[in-house]
């Protein structure tokens, strides 16, 4: 075995060598460590090739988080299938689509209803509690003969779902994921006495991939439940005595609301607040650093197809406001314009991801694979994002809107992102959301706070153009958020109809 990890079970290998009694993973109140994860992944594997999966299989997860699930992580790579871990919410149509597109030889669920799904299309199905009693049977740990994986065999499926079509999978080989982890903690420096608090759902790449990057320094993941941003949330953080915290947007401005309400004198431990998803409000991580005084800060810009594309350094937003850094080390990002080519510092135009962060393609997906990984003169491919912004002289990205939240105003080029970020900066506004306008619907806002739309609308005139500004807003007591922590957009959508007709002042 080489120096670095070649295949992903490489990698608990060698933590649970390096480390075998050091905490791994707690979800509610179970806990393993690096010696018992590896132990039970082994007992998994033997298992899955007892059931008859072989190489190249695929085995879906669709049920609530536990710590059978990175122990089934890691015993598909060991038996050289590649797993799916959908969100618990999937049901009905979107969990059929996913059966009929992947064709698991294995669904893993404690829904009757998802059970049933996977018994009509002949796929073996198994419960959580099932795999449990598999996962930590009394007993030496069974031995099994490696099935011939190689790094660029699939290992993981992750499906990511469009705003009007059925999910994709994006597939990722041991070798990308691997590359992808390690480039990430290469920036990111999570410690070995870390405690990395996660309440993003594993099906959610960026919460799976605490679980890697944790790994590999040897630090102790907490999966925290999916999407959390009640007053639960910082009490968990105490009691894990966390110091790493994955954040998207949602939990950070929850988790700045309960500090400022707290006033405790045991605020937890934390060091690092990372984030990626949607771009963080200023005011939210001013809040958090002036009530956590040794708090850093480290934003990020990435998509599933290519798990992250840039990551800024610790506290950079300070001297660089709106950036969301540089491309990680090994790999390259740049902007090109309609006609794919580059553009100077200081131009928009799309994002380009270049390196072996850039993901395999989409599953079954041959023509969008190759618009959105192109190969360049005969160069590996690359990752046209579908994302808008532009990079300065010292190669740091500025986000300005994604393809699908650009749209035209009176003529004029709008970003849903830029309109967003002007209303939180209205006095009282908390969130905002803007959906695109839709013939023949037109722009929509909506907030979160404690102003009437008339003085959201005047109060945003200070803040941007007139013309960018919607005509429409609808003030609402949240904004709905899915499993992920960000914005339904979905759920926006259907108050459309009713929130046009609202008169706004």
């Known amino acids: 075995m080489s120096a670095h990890p070649e295949l992903l079970h490489h990698l608990l290998d060698r933590a649970a060598a390096a480390t075998p009694e050091a905490s791994a993973v707690t979800s509610g109140d179970d806990s393993l460590t690096y010696r018992e994860l590896d132990a039970a992944a082994r007992r998994l594997a033997v298992w899955l090739r007892a059931q008859g999966l072989r190489r190249g299989d695929r085995v879906v997860v669709c049920a609530p988080g536990s710590v059978v699930q990175p122990a089934l992580v890691y015993a598909a790579a060991r038996a050289g299938v590649t797993f799916s871990l959908l969100h618990e919410q999937v049901r009905g149509v979107q969990l059929e689509h996913v059966l009929d597109d992947c064709e698991p030889a294995l669904l893993v669920t404690d829904d009757a209803a998802a059970q049933e799904s996977g018994r009509r299309r002949a796929v073996r199905t198994h419960t ?120 998207v947007p949602s939990v950070a401005e929850a988790l700045a609301r309960l500090l400022r309400r707290a006033r405790r004198h045991d605020p937890p431990p934390l060091r690092l607040l990372t984030n990626t998803g949607a771009a963080m409000p200023a005011e939210t991580l001013g809040t958090l650093r002036s009530c956590l005084p040794g708090l850093r800060v480290q934003l990020m810009f990435g998509l599933t197809e290519c798990k992250r594309a840039t990551i800024m350094p610790p506290d950079g937003d300070l001297e660089r406001p709106g950036s969301s850094g540089r491309a990680l080390p090994g790999t390259e990002v740049f902007v090109v314009d309609d006609e794919g080519r580059r553009l100077t510092p200081g131009e928009i135009g799309e994002i380009v991801v270049r390196g072996p962060n850039v993901m395999a393609g989409y599953w079954r997906r041959p023509e969008l694979t190759a618009q959105r990984f192109p190969r360049v003169e ?27 939240d650009i749209y035209k105003e009176n003529g ?23 959906l695109a306008p839709h013939h023949p619907a037109p722009a929509l806002l909506f907030v979160v706070g404690e102003r009437s739309a008339g003085e959201v609308l005047s109060g945003m005139r200070e803040e941007i153009e007139e013309f960018k500004i919607p005509r429409h807003c609808l003030v609402l007591d949240a904004l709905p958020l899915t499993g992920n922590g960000k914005v339904d957009r979905k759920a926006l959508a259907a108050l459309t109809e009713e929130a046009t007709h609202v008169r706004t002042h």
């Open 128 to 247: 959580t509690a099932a795999l449990s009693a598999v996962a930590f049977a009394a007993g030496p740990v069974p031995e099994m003969a490696e099935p011939g994986t190689i790094a660029v065999d699939p290992v993981c499926l992750i499906y990511t779902s469009g705003t009007t079509s059925l999910p994709k999978a994006v597939v990722t080989t041991h070798q990308q994921l691997l590359f992808s982890a390690g480039a990430i903690q290469s920036v990111l420096g999570y410690r070995p006495d870390d405690v990395v608090y996660s309440p993003l759902p594993l099906s959610f790449d960026y919460g799976l991939y605490q679980l890697f990057v944790s790994g590999l320094a040897g630090a102790h993941v907490v999966l925290g439940r999916p999407a959390e941003v009640g007053p639960a949330l910082l009490n968990n953080l105490v009691r894990a005595r966390a110091t790493v915290l994955a954040a």
């Open 378 to 404: 005969g160069l590996f491919p690359q990752l046209n994002t579908g994302d808008y912004g532009w990079v300065d002289e010292e190669g740091y990205l500025y986000f300005d809107g994604r393809r699908d």
């Open 412 to 434: 004029f080029r709008v970003s849903a992102t830029e309109v967003e970020a002007a209303a939180r900066r209205v006095a009282g506004v908390t969130a905002a959301a803007v």
